[in-house]
């Protein structure tokens, strides 16, 4: 059975070592305006590239509007 | 000419008097009324029912506009009025962003109401001159210009039938002609419209502003719904409002402190965040272009696809950011104090055809909604050929919205041979032809060919089209991107069911200023259910017409964050900044609302609008129907283009297995679950905002908001 985390409502292979920064990359997330839980836990931009999303995590990686 | 010799010949046709007056608190407490037909000027009082009821910019807009038309007006009837406004915040210069006008008039495309907001100088400096809005009726016999004086506080109507009609020209020919010297140039506003008003629907307004660093005119746009062509109709060339130097508080706040403190205050977040979030100061809204393409929203080919991966690097925001003069680039508002500074401009253009050909020309621009529309949705992944249509849409006062919807719905039908080379006369409007779709927009400036016939709008076109027997009539309705009779601006709605509704569901037609839902319901998940989404399609569409009732530019709420809104509650609101809009507001009016007061300001102006399209026989249930385009996919190479996308979405949501059915069978059960989906969103919306299932605000709603002027109920009576 694969490894997985949720973000956004969407399930997602979770590997060890994944960071926020490596869950923002697979979703392809790029918009600049990021607020980014994991499991509840609002996680700082300059905190991405190291803080780790443990197994089973559910992500919530909220874009701000823009646009217009 | 000269423009001495310009104004030599011009004749004074009417000249009025006022006394100067002196702004309280945000208010001026009059209007001014201009009838072109008999030249008769005069002022209107604006009682406290105007301002509790419709506080301003487009508030006295609607007000003004239904007391003087009658249910059966057309757009170009004398009667019909251009109103602007700009609203009792409008002019303060300590916090960003608050330069706004809005116009409103009956539109020549969706014969319902339109408003479109614009910057540029002109409606602060009418309201420093003495007016909370202008409407203009009747229609005048030969071209005129109105000039409204701040020095000799007079009001003038000249025949002008020297000056150019194009917006480049004749903003610098009447800002030359009516500055004192250099130095007062910056005191000059115009408005103006241009050639292509003059024979299609889509004509748009020019607001200029004078730079005085490049010591040229700049121009800001009233795009939206073809009041520049109301505005020729009348045979109007320009209004010109005269200033007399903008100061701190010339709106007389009750409290300039509290204004200041928190201007500051958006000035260090900018200073700080704008680099790392929208990059609003050095490349505009043009800081989409890639954003946009790589979430699938991008509009490309008439909305068929939201990408193109091969293509995108030719139009990025990059592209853009080199192009756009830097020099200025923290002093480049469209109002003063404006830290923001997003109106980016291209300088010493050199164009490559039309009638200025091989003249080098400033741009403003190109915004995103531009660079889509005209570039990635015509398939023209070109970014100089953008910035010339730019140049031309705005000097021949034309929306880059709708040009850009409508030559992409041409190349299509072009494309599918509703359309060929002898029916356009000679033109090759196929997807990706730039020469053919800049020679489009020089026909509509000469008034000949095919531009004629595309200016009528996508609407427009098709109803010509199916009498001609050119195409099927379903099929043009499905790939038409216009709802109400205006073109879509430029996101790709399939995806978001939120989004279709806040653009088929506005007042005025598909434009995204009411409401942009795409990342909080397909991105982000945030409002699943349509209880989620009808709470969204109230909140944000009321919450975004205050911006329009005050003249505040809506960019500086949500184009830069504070540091700290990562851990509010509701980070999509920005709730800080709405903090700041209420204490703005009560300390210029000296009023005290609160967030709900906010909202409740806007729900009534909002329901009056509906009840406004209703009286004219529109703003029903029927009216905010969307073309299927906008909600799924319409050909099969728009499915097979997200074959797996779409097939996982009917063994997941619409429990429907695709394995060994035909592509037109999952294509017709698709268009099944999301035209019912649709439906389904209709009937929640309605539902929170108060409106029967037709779409009718709902007696005791109106009353519960406090819109129930008898005027207002004697409409919606027989509806309920």
């Known amino acids: ?68 | 000419m000269s423009v001495a010799e310009m104004k030599s010949k011009h004749k004074t046709i009417k000249v009025w008097n006022y006394k100067a007056g002196e702004i309280m608190r945000g208010y001026n407490n009059r209007t001014l009324h201009i009838d072109l037909t008999d030249n008769l000027i005069s002022e209107k009082p604006v009682t406290q029912l105007m301002k509790d009821k419709f506080v301003g910019g487009k508030g006295f807009g609607l007000k003004l506009l239904w007391d003087a038309t009658k249910p059966q007006t057309k757009w170009n009837d004398p009667e019909n009025e251009i109103v602007i406004s700009p609203g009792p915040c409008a002019g303060i210069t300590q916090y960003s962003g608050a330069g706004k006008s809005l116009v409103v008039s009956i539109s020549p495309q969706t014969d319902s109401i339109m408003d479109s907001n614009v910057g540029g100088y002109f409606g602060p400096y009418m309201k420093f001159n003495g007016f909370d809005a202008i409407e203009l009726q009747g229609k005048a016999k030969s071209d005129v210009i109105i000039i409204l004086d701040g020095r000799t506080h007079t009001v003038t109507i000249e025949e002008a039938p020297a000056e150019a009609i194009d917006s480049h020209i004749l903003a610098e020919q009447l800002t030359e002609m009516y500055a004192l010297d250099d130095k007062d140039k910056i005191n000059i506003a115009v408005v103006s419209a241009g050639k292509a008003a003059d024979h299609t629907l889509i004509g748009m307004l020019n607001f200029s502003f004078y730079d005085p660093r490049r010591k040229l005119c700049r121009l800001k746009q009233a795009g939206r719904g073809g009041i520049g062509t109301v505005f020729r109709d009348k045979k109007i060339k320009a209004l010109v409002a005269i200033g007399t130097g903008v100061k701190g508080n010339l709106n007389n706040v009750a409290d300039l402190k509290a204004i200041s403190e928190r201007g500051q205050r958006l000035i260090k977040e900018i200073k700080a965040g704008d680099e790392t979030q929208c990059e609003m100061r050095t490349k505009g809204t043009a800081h989409l272009m890639e954003i946009m393409n790589n979430y699938d929203l991008l509009p490309t080919k008439n909305f068929q696809f939201g990408r193109d991966d091969s293509q995108i690097a030719k139009i990025h925001s990059e592209v853009f950011k080199s192009k756009f003069t830097q020099t200025w680039k923290d002093l480049e508002g469209c109002w003063f104090g404006c830290a923001l500074s997003c109106a980016k401009a291209v300088d010493k253009f050199e164009l490559r055809t039309g009638p200025y050909k091989g003249e080098k020309v400033i741009v403003d621009g190109p915004e995103y909604e531009t660079a889509a529309g005209v570039g990635s949705n015509c398939g023209i992944f070109d970014a100089d050929h953008i910035i010339e249509v730019n140049f031309y849409c705005d000097t021949y006062g034309i929306c880059t919205i709708s040009f850009g919807t409508l030559t992409a719905f041409v190349m299509e039908c072009y494309e599918n041979g509703i359309l060929n080379k002898e029916r356009t006369g000679g033109l090759e409007l196929n997807f990706g032809n730039r020469d053919a779709a800049l020679e489009l927009l020089h026909q509509m400036a000469r008034g000949e060919g095919f531009g004629l016939i595309a200016g009528h709008g996508v609407r427009g076109m098709k109803k010509i089209f199916a009498e001609k027997g050119w195409g099927d009539i379903n099929f043009m309705n499905d790939i038409g991107m216009e709802n109400k009779g205006l073109e879509y601006s430029q996101y790709v709605s399939k995806e978001s069911l939120a989004q279709q509704g806040g653009y088929a569901m506005t007042n005025k037609g598909p434009q995204h200023d009411e409401a942009w839902l795409i990342f909080m319901d397909m991105v982000n998940n945030q409002i699943p259910t349509f209880e989620n989404k009808a709470e969204a399609l109230h909140y944000f569409p009321m919450f975004r017409t205050w911006f329009g009732l005050q003249g505040f530019c809506k960019l500086p709420w949500n184009d830069i964050e504070p540091e700290n809104n990562r851990q509010t509650a509701e980070p999509a609101k920005v709730p800080e900044h709405v903090e700041s809009y209420v204490i703005i507001y009560n300390a210029v009016t000296g009023n005290n609302i609160d967030k709900k007061e906010l909202i409740r300001q806007s729900e009534r102006v909002y329901n009056f609008q509906r009840v406004f399209n209703i009286r004219r026989g529109y703003g029903l249930r029927k009216h905010d129907a969307q073309p299927y385009r906008a909600c799924g996919p319409v050909t099969k190479e728009e499915y097979l283009s997200r074959e797996a996308f779409y097939d996982k979405q009917l063994k997941e949501l619409v429990n429907f297995d695709p394995a060994g059915k035909s592509t037109e069978e999952k294509m017709s059960v698709m268009r099944k679950y999301r035209e019912n989906r649709y439906e389904q969103l209709l009937d929640a919306v309605y539902k929170r905002r108060g409106w029967t299932s037709n779409g009718v605000p709902k007696i005791e709603h109106l009353k519960e908001i406090g819109m129930d002027l008898p005027e207002v109920i004697e409409v919606v009576k027989p509806l309920q």
């Open chain 1, 1 to 68: 059975m694969n490894r997985t985390i949720t973000v956004n409502g969407n399930i997602i292979e979770w590997h060890e070592g994944m960071t926020v920064t490596d869950v923002l990359a697979v979703m392809k997330y790029t918009f600049k305006l990021l607020v980014v839980h994991v499991n509840e836990n609002n996680i700082k931009r300059d905190e991405w590239p190291e803080t780790l999303v443990p197994e089973g995590a559910e992500v919530k990686a909220i874009h701000l509007m823009s646009g217009g």
